[in-house]
């Protein structure tokens, strides 16, 4: 199975009610492997699954599960249930009868894969097909019915498990199995079988498979809904790759068949037993890249991808990035969008599970780009510069000193017609920034006639900011985003006060800002995905004479939209290359909201894919706003990409909006979608 299969399992928990505790209060587990076909060809028969659950079953009862608890579906294993259809998900089904909010439950699942067409009605298939597991009794193409016999759909997987998080309970699923029928990316090796079955093999005729791709652009669509209990869901190959099982340990005497995503999930595992899920994929991925190995690349996703594995234990998400190695020179995985610029300072530890004393050296950035930046050994807190081999092919950089390239340009107050003499409590507050730590090298203070990015005016006891859109001798007037400030005299503790909360939005602001420099700026680049904008008008009772049409929103083109209003965004990925998408959208009150990927979500689009979501302009805050979608493609054995974290809370009185073929790409870009919005005609905003 694939990444996508989990989005949909998101979706069906998503339905289901329940609450999860912060640990588990008792383990279960479902393990299912599929070695032996009767009905398939000689050369459809496996040998790894049954000795992958093997090695997963040991690795529980070394963690203390109780054994009758842990439930195994697989051919080849005393005590084990043949792994048919009825049998794999009746094992799942009992689970969830047994099942306790607060209990942890793990699901392996190894064998074949494939795909078969999608229902006509199925409008979520990007590709056009359903991704389906093949148990022991694997049919055939039955074409009355549309489905493979006794095949099991990453929907009714969906199912499954959605009753198991409905419960309460933190999931977590491993599957070791490949659904592609169409390409394959990997090299042969010797004794090597890979885990995929072609739809031809399953009596699928090239009519039917045709008519499914004719389906591939429909879209998937969103649901909202309050999800239960946590998951976390790691899959071995793309939804276009392969993956393979062969002897491992490689080269070594009575080595077996294994699944190589099984086997180096239970290396990491067994070597480091108290890290994250999140962790856990990043150290599988470097270890493929150790092994020379590019494709397949597994990916993951979940809501409880920081938590400790086996449970729910909350765990801490470290802010790194992955640094390659490319003969003498290094490359890291992020740039001036992570704010991570020329001149920042960054430390190096071997793996993404390594502790911070086990410190390799230090880089400095010599030149950043949009999300990725060349990197340079350093002499730093009194280490000499390292040498570049000790890093091997990869090795993750946790930040020390992060650079800005530009700093905000702050107008001081002035006396105008809107705006009143700053009190000495605001003159006190400002002067104590100014002269604060880090705050030079973020905020450039300009006289109150120079050009700036944002403008301080007093108003009563509001300190408001004021961008470049506002004129602020004009009696029009409409901005009340700031802080709040209390009336003189003046007092130490006021001033304090005001200092903290004037420095922590105009940080704000400086990050908007930044950002929308990276976005329009000379880091800009042509985007490889096939990017579609619309603006839905909606028109309510009081305005006969609007009119619901729908039109086409431009890169920078800057239309009024107002409270209501629906806009759609569709990403097509034309690249035989997955891309990973984020969708930010910048408010009036400085704040930024992630539209794409929702949480637990992978921001990942396979290959041909596409992504469709619609979203309701909120008519507050209203004013200059901006809709910024990042896609960078993905590198063999690189981790999903996002820039959610940039996510924050707009100023005080504001509100946020919560709510070709063979081209490979080579860089990130970034897309900016600007407009206006006003306040609602049917309840409009009332001018401060």
Not at 243 to 269: H, N
Not at 292 to 313: C, H, K
Not at 351 to 372: F, H, M, W
Request: hydrophobic share 40%; net charge neutral; glycine share 8%.
């Amino acid at each position: 199975m694939a990444w996508g299969l989990f989005r949909r399992i998101a979706l069906a928990v998503a339905l289901l009610a329940g609450a999860a505790t912060a640990n588990a209060a008792r383990t279960h587990a479902v393990l299912v492997g599929v070695s032996a076909y009767p009905s398939l060809d000689k050369t459809a028969q496996l040998q790894g699954p049954r000795n992958d659950v093997r090695m997963f079953l040991e690795l529980l009862l070394n963690r203390g599960v109780a054994r009758q608890d842990i439930k195994i579906v697989a051919d080849g294993i005393k005590d084990g249930v043949l792994p048919t259809r009825r049998a794999i998900l009746g094992a799942l089904s009992d689970v969830a009868t047994r099942v306790a909010a607060g209990d942890f439950v793990f699901v392996f699942i190894g064998g074949h894969g494939s795909q078969q067409p999608a229902a006509l009605e199925a409008s979520e298939e990007p590709d056009g097909f359903d991704e389906i597991f093949l148990p022991r009794d694997i049919g055939r193409w039955d074409g009355a019915a549309g489905a493979v016999e006794n095949a099991i759909t990453d929907d009714e997987f969906g199912v499954a498990i959605a009753r198991l998080r409905g419960k309460g309970a933190f999931v977590w699923a491993v599957f070791d199995t490949c659904h592609s029928g169409t390409l394959s990316r990997a090299i042969p090796l010797p004794e090597r079988r890979d885990r995929q079955v072609a739809p031809e093999s399953l009596g699928i005729d090239a009519v039917t498979l045709t008519k499914a791709l004719g389906r591939a652009t429909h879209a998937r669509h969103q649901v909202t809904a309050k999800r239960a209990g946590q998951d976390v869901a790691m899959y071995a190959a793309q939804s276009f790759e392969t993956t393979p099982e062969y002897a491992q340990p490689e080269g070594t005497p009575g080595a077996v068949a294994r699944g190589l995503f099984s086997y180096t999930l239970y290396q990491v595992l067994t070597a480091n037993p108290d890290i994250t899920y999140r962790q856990v994929m990043e150290r599988v991925s470097q270890k493929y890249l150790a092994r020379g190995i590019e494709y397949p690349s597994p990916n993951y996703e979940g809501t409880g991808l920081d938590a400790i594995v086996f449970g729910g234990r909350s765990g801490v998400r470290r802010l790194q990035w992955r640094i390659d190695r490319k003969d003498k020179s290094l490359e890291l995985r992020a740039g001036v969008i992570n704010e991570t610029a020329t001149g920042s300072i960054l430390a190096v530890v071997p793996s993404p599970a390594a502790a911070d004393n086990e410190l390799i050296g230090y880089v400095k950035v010599t030149q950043a780009r949009a999300a990725s930046a060349d990197v340079v050994p350093v002499a730093f807190a009194g280490r000499a510069p390292f040498n570049t081999t000790l890093i091997g092919s990869s090795a993750y950089a946790r930040p020390v000193e992060l650079k800005f390239d530009t700093r905000l340009r702050v107008g001081m107050p002035a006396k105008t017609e809107r705006c009143e003499l700053a009190n000495p409590v605001v003159l006190q507050a400002i002067e104590r920034v100014r002269q604060g730590g880090d705050s030079n090298s973020r905020l450039q203070w300009v006289g109150s006639s120079e050009p700036a990015d944002v403008r301080l005016c007093q108003r009563g006891t509001q300190l408001l900011f004021l961008d470049r859109s506002a004129n602020i001798g004009d009696g029009s007037l409409r901005s009340h985003h700031g802080i709040s400030v209390p009336p003189s005299p003046l007092s130490g503790d006021s001033a304090a006060s005001v200092a903290t909360e004037l420095r922590a939005q105009l940080l704000k602001v400086a990050r908007v800002i930044n950002l929308a420099r990276v976005s329009s700026g000379s880091f800009q680049a042509v985007s490889q995905a096939e990017i579609t904008v619309t603006r839905q008008r909606q028109c309510p009772p009081a305005a006969p004479d609007c009119r619901s049409t729908t039109e086409p929103v431009l890169p920078n083109a800057r239309p009024d939209l107002r409270g209501g209003d629906r806009f759609s965004v569709t990403i097509a990925n034309p690249l035989l290359q997955p891309i990973d998408v984020t969708i930010l959208y910048v408010d009036a009150a400085y704040g930024i909201a992630p539209l794409y990927p929702e949480p637990g979500v992978t921001p990942r689009i396979e290959p041909e894919g596409r992504l469709q979501r619609t979203f309701t302009v909120n008519p507050l805050p209203s004013g200059f706003e901006r809709m910024i979608v990042i896609t960078v493609p993905a590198t063999p054995q690189s981790p999903s990409m996002d820039f959610t974290s940039l996510a924050q809370t707009g100023l005080p009185e504001g509100a946020t909006r919560g709510s070709s073929a063979n081209v490979t790409a080579a860089t990130p870009s970034v897309v900016t979608y600007l407009w206006n919005v006003l306040p609602s005609e049917s309840n409009p905003e009332s001018t401060p």
